[in-house]
């Protein structure tokens, strides 16, 4: 199995920045995909990024240009920077990782907060 430990959310103005980071345990050499999704109040879970084991990227579109997902291999860590943030940004954050191609593990989920 897979577990996933989320850190760095918290409160932020508008325009500023956040970085998220996402620390894997367990089996992580099965490890195909990993990404960031949020979710706001009242709505559904949606993707922010992924990075696959190959370095493959993949952004939605509301995040392109101010958001950059990345790894360090060595820590087992998967990070998520956020820049130029904004109050629609504001949700809570939840790191997945797909591994052996069909199973799913989530992290407990952090809250970013954009507000003045």
């Known amino acids: 199995q897979v577990q996933l430990v989320e850190s760095g959310g918290g409160l932020v103005q508008p325009g500023g920045s956040l970085r998220l980071s996402c620390a894997a345990s367990?089996?992580?050499?099965?490890?195909?995909?990993m990404g960031w999704y949020r979710q706001a109040p009242g709505k559904q879970r949606d993707l922010v990024a992924t990075i696959t084991s190959g370095g493959s990227i993949n952004y939605a579109d509301s995040v392109k240009g101010r958001f950059t997902i990345s790894r360090d291999n060595a820590k087992n860590t998967v990070y998520l920077q956020m820049n130029n943030l904004k109050p629609e940004d504001t949700a809570v954050y939840y790191c997945?990782?797909?591994?052996?191609?069909?199973?799913?593990?989530w992290g407990q989920g952090t809250q970013v907060t954009v507000s003045s």
């Open positions: 367990g089996s992580i050499f099965t490890i195909n995909i």
């Open positions: 997945n990782a797909v591994w052996r191609n069909v199973f799913n593990s």
